[in-house]
C-alpha cells in the first residue's frame, strides 16, 4: 500500500512538471542599452519565483548603441535568452513579428524595453493564459506620458476600431490599445503571422481574429532610463500605415468626396443656369469656371478612387516584400530533428500533431495494411506523403540496411505511435536522445499488445497514456509522462481508442517541449506491478454463455466495430455479436438458454444474470434480433450453446 501511495505521487508529481507550458516573451528593442540588463533581472525574477519555464527574445530594431553587442552578451550567460538583428529599422510590430516567428512558447507575450510596464504582472498573464483566455491585455491605471501623446493615441485608436470595425468584433473589456505588455496564446500568433499585411499593428490584428479577451490591470510608471523612441510623427506614421494596409476606407471616402463635388458642381451651374434666366446675367466666367472646376474635380476624383481601389487590392494580393530581414540569432538551439514510427488512429493522430507543431519530422516510417485486417483507422502513410516528409515501409526493420537508411537521416529522437514491431538494439541506439514509446495503459499494466481491448474485457475502470522511454524490454522503459483516461460503462475499444489518441497527441506537445528545453524527467518502472498481455486474434472473441453478464458485455463492447468482434457458434456457423446489454433476471434454465424475444432483442440466459443481444452477424450480413430468430428458426426456450 505504501509503495503504490508513493508511485502515485510520483506519477502526479511528473504529471505536473510536463504541464508546465512555456512562456516566450518578445522585446523589441531599439537603442535601449541602458535598460537591457535590468528588463532581464525584473522578467527572471518574476518568473524564476513562480517556477515558469520562458524564453526571453530580443530583438534589435535596427539599433545604433550597444544593444545588439549586450543581447549577444546576455544570450551567452543565459540560456533562456535568445537575441534577432534585424538588417534596419521596420518599426516596434515588425520587430515583435519577427520575435513571432522565432519563439516556441505556448503563451507569447509582448513587452517594451523600457520598463515602464512592470515585469512583476508576467504571473499573472501566464495564469490567465492558462485558465483558457486566447488574448490577455493590460489596462494601464495612469498613462505617463504627456497630453499630446494621449490624445493622438486616443484618436488613432479610436478611428482604427471604426476603419476596421473592430468595434463590431472586439469584446468590451479591451480598452487600452496602446498598452504593448499583452499575452497571447499560440493559435493567435500564428494568426497575426498568416494574417498580417506589411504594416502591422499587433494589438488590432490580434482583437480582429477574436477569441477569449480578458484585461488587467497594471501601474504604468514613468520611463527611468533613455528616452521615448516612438514620437509623434512615428504614431503617425503607423496611422497612416494601418489605415491604408487593413482598410481600403480611405479611397472609398476620397471616392465619395468625388461624388458630393460632382453634385456640388451640377447644383452650382442649375444656380447659375436660373439665375440667369430670372434675374439676368452677371460678370462672365467666374462661377461658371467654378461650377465647371468643381464638376471636373469631383470627375476626376472619382476616377481617381476607383482606380485607387484596385490598385489597392492588387497591391494587398501582390506585396511580397519581406516586413523585415534578419541579420544575426544568438542564443537559439538547433530544432531537433525528429524520427516518427506510426501507424492506426494514435499513429495518424501524434504525427498529426507534431506537424501542427512544426517540428522537424526527418522521416516515418509505418506499416504496409494487411489486406486481410479491417483498416478502419487514418492512413500514417498519406498523411506524411500530404507534408512530403520521407516515407519509410520496411518489410523487416532489423535489416542492415534499414539501420543505415535510419542512421543516415541522424534523427536526435525517434517517437513510437503504435507501431506493432520491436526495435532492435542497433535501432534504439541510433538516435542521440534515445528513443520514445506512446503506449496505450498506464504501465507497468497492461504491457504488449491491444492494452485498450484487454483492459475493457478485464472491466477496468481507468486506463491511460504513457510515454517511456524504450529499451529491449517490451513496454518496460522508464516512465516520462503518463495521463490517467477514465472508462466509462458504455465506452467500447473504438471510443476509447480515440480516447487514447486525443489525449497522447495533447501529451506529446509535453514530450517534445521537454525535449527541446533538455528537462525531461523519468522514473524506472515497478516490476512487481507489471502485467502483460500478448496479442489479440479474432479466435480469442468466443464467448462463453457459462460467464456472467457483466464479461460477457465487455467482451462485446471491446470487440465491437471496427474489431473482429465477440462470437459464439451456433449449428456451424459464427455469430457475432455487435451490440447487446446486460439485463438483470431470475430465470434458473441452463445458461445459454433462450429466456425472451422481442422485434428489438433476443433475451439469453448466462452463467449470472441475463444478457440482451441487440445486433447480431451471421455469414457476413448484420441482422436485427427479429432477422436473427428467422434466419435460424430460434424460438423461446432454444439453447444458444452453454
Not at 183 to 204: A, C, H
Not at 378 to 396: D, M, Q, T, W, Y
Not at 408 to 432: N, Q, T
Not at 433 to 462: D, F, M
Request: glycine share 8%.
Amino acid at each position: 500500500m505504501t509503495l503504490l501511495w508513493f508511485n502515485d505521487i510520483v506519477n502526479q508529481i511528473i504529471e505536473i512538471t510536463q504541464m508546465n507550458k512555456m512562456i516566450s516573451i518578445v522585446v523589441p528593442v531599439f537603442n535601449e542599452e541602458d535598460s537591457l540588463e535590468g528588463l532581464l533581472k525584473a522578467i527572471k525574477d518574476s518568473l524564476d519565483k513562480k517556477s515558469i519555464s520562458f524564453e526571453v527574445i530580443f530583438v534589435d530594431d535596427g539599433s545604433s548603441d550597444r544593444s545588439w553587442s549586450i543581447i549577444e552578451t546576455l544570450s551567452r550567460r543565459f540560456e533562456e535568452v535568445r537575441g534577432l538583428k534585424l538588417s534596419r529599422n521596420v518599426g516596434q510590430h515588425n520587430a515583435i513579428i519577427a520575435g513571432f516567428e522565432n519563439s516556441i512558447g505556448t503563451y507569447v507575450v509582448t513587452i517594451d524595453a523600457d520598463m515602464q510596464d512592470n515585469p512583476d504582472v508576467l504571473p499573472r498573464i501566464y495564469e490567465k493564459l492558462k485558465s483558457g483566455f486566447d488574448i490577455v491585455g493590460c489596462r494601464r491605471k495612469v498613462r505617463r506620458d504627456n497630453f499630446l501623446r494621449r490624445f493622438l493615441s486616443f484618436v488613432m485608436h479610436y478611428t482604427i476600431r471604426h476603419f476596421t470595425k473592430l468595434g463590431r468584433v472586439s469584446t468590451r473589456e479591451f480598452t487600452d490599445f496602446g498598452c504593448m505588455l499583452r499575452g497571447y496564446r499560440r493559435w493567435v500568433v500564428e494568426k497575426v503571422i498568416e494574417l498580417g499585411g506589411k504594416s502591422v499593428y499587433i494589438p488590432t490584428f490580434a482583437a480582429l481574429i477574436g477569441g477569449d479577451f480578458c484585461e488587467i490591470e497594471i501601474e504604468h510608471v514613468t520611463r527611468v532610463k533613455g528616452k521615448s523612441k516612438y514620437g509623434i510623427s512615428r504614431l503617425l506614421s503607423l496611422y497612416f500605415d494601418m489605415i491604408t494596409d487593413i482598410s481600403l476606407l480611405p479611397v472609398q471616402v476620397i471616392s465619395l468626396l468625388g461624388i458630393l463635388l460632382s453634385f456640388a458642381g451640377f447644383a452650382l451651374g442649375v444656380i447659375i443656369f436660373l439665375r440667369r434666366i430670372f434675374i439676368g446675367p452677371e460678370v462672365e466666367g467666374v462661377f461658371t469656371l467654378f461650377a465647371f472646376l468643381f464638376v471636373f474635380t469631383g470627375v476626376l476624383l472619382i476616377s481617381v478612387g476607383l482606380i485607387g481601389e484596385y490598385v489597392g487590392r492588387i497591391y494587398k494580393e501582390v506585396n511580397k516584400k519581406p516586413r523585415f530581414i534578419v541579420t544575426e540569432k544568438s542564443g537559439f538551439r538547433k530544432g531537433l530533428r525528429i524520427g516518427v514510427f506510426a501507424y492506426s488512429e494514435v499513429g495518424y493522430s501524434c504525427l498529426e500533431q507534431l506537424i501542427r507543431m512544426g517540428e522537424d519530422i526527418v522521416f516515418v516510417v509505418t506499416h504496409r495494411d494487411n489486406k486481410n485486417e479491417n483498416i478502419w483507422f487514418r492512413s500514417v502513410g498519406e498523411l506524411a506523403h500530404k507534408f512530403n516528409i520521407p516515407l519509410l515501409k520496411p518489410e523487416s526493420i532489423k535489416e542492415g540496411k534499414f539501420i543505415d537508411v535510419i542512421s543516415s537521416f541522424k534523427p536526435d529522437i525517434i517517437l513510437s505511435f503504435y507501431f506493432r514491431k520491436i526495435f532492435s538494439e542497433e535501432l534504439v541506439s541510433i538516435p542521440s536522445l534515445g528513443c520514445i514509446n506512446l503506449h496505450g495503459s498506464l504501465l507497468p499494466t497492461y504491457r504488449g499488445r491491444a492494452p485498450v481491448n484487454w483492459a475493457i474485457i478485464n472491466g477496468g475502470k481507468e486506463t491511460g497514456v504513457t510515454f517511456h522511454y524504450m529499451t529491449q524490454k517490451v513496454d518496460a522503459g522508464p516512465i516520462i509522462v503518463q495521463k490517467r483516461i477514465k472508462i466509462e460503462n458504455d465506452d467500447t475499444g473504438l471510443s476509447l481508442t480515440k480516447k487514447i489518441a486525443s489525449c497522447g497527441a495533447k501529451l506529446l506537445e509535453d514530450v517534445v517541449e521537454g525535449l527541446n528545453e533538455q528537462n525531461l524527467r523519468s522514473t524506472l518502472q515497478d516490476e512487481t506491478k507489471a502485467t502483460y498481455f500478448g496479442k489479440r486474434t479474432p479466435s480469442m472473441g468466443e464467448i462463453d454463455w457459462q460467464w456472467d453478464n457483466e464479461k460477457i458485455y465487455n467482451y462485446v463492447r471491446a470487440l465491437t466495430s471496427p474489431f473482429p468482434g465477440a462470437f459464439f457458434v451456433l449449428e456451424d456457423k459464427k455469430c457475432i455479436i455487435w451490440r447487446g446489454e446486460k439485463k438483470e433476471c431470475g430465470n434458473r434454465e441452463p445458461p445459454g438458454t433462450i429466456v425472451g424475444i422481442s422485434r428489438d432483442s433476443v433475451i439469453v440466459k448466462t452463467g449470472s444474470g441475463c444478457f440482451r443481444i441487440t445486433e447480431v452477424e451471421i455469414d457476413g450480413e448484420r441482422l436485427t434480433p427479429e432477422g436473427f430468430v428467422k434466419h435460424l428458426k430460434l424460438k423461446k426456450g432454444n439453447s444458444l450453446g452453454g
